[in-house]
């Protein structure tokens, strides 16, 4: 049975993790009203910010007054990557505190963190605004399987790049390689972590929440 708006958006303020005013600022409505909402000073607001609010939470309308959130799945953006920029540590955010894209179908959202690329290094493959998809499996390190293939790493100086990690030239040191044969190349590199990049996702196609 369809629910009041007041009743959804409880409902979806427990199932989503996130903050009235978070849910407010990526809808674009007022969150004075949707605070009138929650305190129950009212019960229901105007069928475009209904859907303003649903589309923020991932859902259709009917699904959000529903409180149907079996196809709701998010996974945090943990803020952006240096493609030749050079992007400070990105870990800006606590654990699923920041903002939030559409987990891609491909990918359980267990244990997944999304970054956005900013720079052109690492065109045509990756370009500024695409976003990353990656799991660290350990804290710090760099695996074997990482090596020669394209990660997301962070370096000592807690600079966040997405290159080709290839062997430096001795044991503990990488060579961050560009794709775009007009970007410039890093030598022996040490690198805090680096964890391969599981999916691309171009800014166009990205469903941010």
Not at 151 to 162: H, N, P
Not at 165 to 186: D, K, Y
Request: aromatic residues 6%; contains cysteine; negative net charge.
């Amino acid at each position: 049975m369809p629910t009041t708006f007041s009743d959804a958006l409880a409902k979806a303020l427990i199932y989503s993790g996130k903050s009235l005013r978070h849910i407010a600022e990526s809808a674009g409505v007022s969150y004075e009203q949707l605070k009138k909402v929650k305190q129950g000073k009212t019960q229901s607001t105007n069928v475009d910010d209904a859907q303003k609010v649903a589309s923020a939470i991932g859902l259709t309308l009917d699904q959000f007054l529903n409180a149907d959130f079996s196809q709701t799945n998010t996974v945090s953006i943990a803020g952006q990557v240096g493609a030749g920029a050079k992007v400070p540590v990105f870990d800006a955010y606590e654990k699923g505190d920041g903002p939030q894209v559409e987990c891609p179908p491909q990918l359980s959202p267990s244990g997944v963190v999304a970054v956005e690329v900013i720079g052109d290094s690492m065109e045509p493959v990756f370009s500024s605004g695409d976003l990353l998809f990656y799991t660290r499996d350990t804290a710090d390190g760099v695996p074997s399987d990482a090596v020669g293939h394209r990660c997301v790493c962070e370096d000592i100086d807690g600079m966040g790049w997405v290159k080709q990690v290839r062997a430096g030239s001795e044991p503990g040191l990488f060579n961050l390689i560009s794709l775009n044969p007009g970007a410039n190349n890093q030598h022996d590199v040490k690198l805090k972590w680096a964890s391969r990049v599981r999916l691309h996702l171009p800014a166009d196609l990205a469903r941010r929440l």
